[in-house]
């Protein structure tokens, strides 16, 4: 009853002008009745004749929601809507937020950081999240939610960052972007279209759309993801500046985890290694295509998994609500995809697998890791395009500990659009032990199920190929994904055979259509049965992406890989 006008508040003596948008109109705006909307503002009006009600919201609650359409406009709400307007407006004046803004401010008023009610909940971690669900339903059960609901808040809108690590990488690199175009703007301030450029690419990719998630896609929606990433990418590429070496390496806490990650840049290539975290690849980036390869996500427990059961089909529901209780599901079967990852998809995650691992055992995330390579750190050093990290780890296998030592050392060649990566594994004892060694890499082309989009095993396109399919191929050295819409592709090539598995990310999420699977990347597995004593074995494999015709050449034949 107090938002009857526009707010002024103020930081250090700086004011600005509130308008204050009531909530009631947001949830009567469309769904509730036409008389319902109307007998709120007669009653604000009895209150307050010279009072204003201040509605702003999604435009998409007009047509583009589920059922909105209809209810919208096949059903007429929207008309009866503007005749009731028309009818009352004697006593009701539709006017416009600049001439709300310029009313006499009604008081002074000071806001924390924050969002509305939906957005807060949605921040919160999955434990958290479940637990103010139910609180605020024993409110509403127990006749207390108008007296005490103003009082319940969520999270913080940066509670995300910590939520998704996938969300923090989009951030952080934004932030990293943003740095490289500042640096570039101060040291060459005559190229005024290069940073004009730039900039329009830094602040399209600040859009904020996939850097959250709620029973919005957001996060989840790879085509927005990618579309931030383009945007990035490009940025970084206009303020590319690699001095005459045509290479740069850095290392800093681009993540901002308290761990130097490793960046390194060619012409072709962007790569960010986190030797903290099983010394992954953590991003590769195409500068000259503006393409971010390993754009995944991994599949997680959400708060709102709980109602799946409960879901019916679009067909089942006819009704009209609100985005935030519509609850559907697209498809039937979803239960099955409900998969939780322990580690980040992203490339080059050492893995030694117990010996009795399968394809749909490894798929599901329902194995048993014999080592202690994934999550755990490595050793780094830094030598211009040389990286070379290493752990002394170990391996449990029949209740014993065998200690283990890995050495990856990766090479990037100035103009070259492939990483080379040797690896050496030895025991760090007497023991020899057969070991089922494999190294994960997950890439991501969008589409799961399209005929332009498939897979190719040692140069040949095998019978299940869409890059949502489930293969797997003894003996083999090369696994390529083809993008055949952007005419891109990358390859792993590996220059001792090995069992090549290719398996799909599937989340399910909650969007505005309801319950949804959605297509996340493909996991790319070379395992190899490896006999281990203190004597090293050796092994090189090759990453390289770009243009497909030139990927697919430089990966056949396999030997053809030269360690560097």
């Known amino acids: 009853d107090q938002l009857t006008g526009p707010f002024v508040t103020e930081n250090e003596g700086q004011t600005v002008i509130l308008l204050p948008i009531q909530k009631r109109l947001r949830y009567l705006i469309p769904f509730g009745s036409v008389e319902e909307v109307i007998g709120e503002l007669r009653r604000q009006a009895e209150r307050d004749p010279n009072g204003v009600a201040i509605y702003a919201d999604d435009g998409e609650k007009f047509g583009v929601w589920p059922q909105t359409h209809r209810h919208c406009y096949q059903d007429g709400w929207l008309p009866r809507f503007f005749e009731a307007l028309e009818k009352n407006s004697d006593w009701l004046k539709v006017t416009t937020l600049t001439e ?34 139910d ?10 939610w108008n007296q005490s609901g103003r009082f319940v808040r969520g999270g913080h809108w940066r509670g995300f960052l910590t939520k998704y690590d996938e969300s923090n990488l989009l951030h952080k690199k934004m932030l990293w972007v943003s740095s490289q ?12 279209s290069e940073i004009a ?49 045509k290479i740069k390496v850095e290392e800093i806490d681009f993540d901002a985890d308290g761990y130097p990650e490793i960046i ?90 117990h010996p009795g691992t399968s394809l749909e055992a490894f798929g599901r995330s329902d194995y048993a890791e014999e080592g202690d390579f994934v999550l755990e750190a490595y050793a780094s050093q830094v030598d211009r395009g040389r990286i070379v990290m290493s752990r002394d780890g170990a391996i449990q296998r029949d209740g014993r500990t065998i200690p283990m030592r890995v050495v990856k050392q990766i090479v990037l060649t100035p103009g070259s659009d492939r990483l080379i990566v040797d690896y050496e594994l030895r025991t760090l004892s007497d023991d020899r032990i057969e070991v089922c060694f494999a190294v ?22 095998p019978e299940l190929s869409f890059l949502d399919s489930v293969g797997e191929h003894p003996a083999a050295n090369t696994a390529a994904m083809v993008d055949g819409w952007r ?32 297509y996340q990347g493909t996991t790319l ?34 030997a053809s890989i030269v360690s560097r």
């Open 487 to 518: 005419s891109l592709a990358v390859a792993v090539t590996s220059d001792t055979p090995a069992d090549l598995w290719h398996t799909p990310i599937f989340t399910v999420s909650l969007s505005e259509g309801g319950f949804e699977k959605v």
């Open 264 to 353: 390194a840049q060619t012409e072709p290539l962007t790569a960010i290694f986190k030797p903290n975290t099983g010394g992954m690849l953590l991003s590769l980036a195409l500068n000259q295509h503006a393409f971010e390869l390993t754009d995944t996500l991994i599949r997680r427990r959400e708060g709102y998994h709980r109602k799946l059961e409960q879901a019916p089909t679009p067909s089942a529901d006819k009704n009209t609500a609100s985005i935030h209780d519509l609850v559907q599901s697209k498809e039937e079967g979803l239960e099955k995809f409900l998969i939780e990852d322990w580690y980040l998809k992203r490339c080059l995650i050492d893995h030694f697998l």
């Open 135 to 144: 609180f605020e339903h024993w409110l509403k059960d127990q006749g207390k």
């Open 100 to 133: 709300a803004a310029d009313r006499r401010p009604v008081g002074r008023a000071y806001l924390p950081t924050a969002s509305y009610e939906e957005m807060l909940h949605w921040a919160l971690p999955t434990p958290a999240f479940i637990a103010y669900e």
């Open 525 to 558: 597995v070379h395992r190899f049965r490896l006999a281990l004593t203190s004597d090293p074995v050796r092994l090189t494999m090759q990453i390289a992406a770009g243009p497909t015709k030139k990927v697919l050449s430089a990966t056949s034949p396999a």
């Open 197 to 245: 450029d730039a900039y329009d690419h830094l602040y399209a990719s600040q859009c904020n759309c996939p850097y959250w998630h709620g029973v919005f896609g957001g996060l989840y929606l790879p085509h927005i993801r990618q579309a931030v990433y383009a945007a990035m990418t490009s940025a970084s590429r206009i303020c590319l500046d690699l001095g005459s070496s």
């Open 181 to 192: 175009v500042a640096a570039f703007a101060a040291k060459y301030p005559g190229r005024r």
């Open 440 to 461: 994960e890499n997950n890439f991501s082309f969008q589409a799961g199920h399209a005929d332009d989009r498939y897979l190719m095993i040692d140069g040949r396109r």
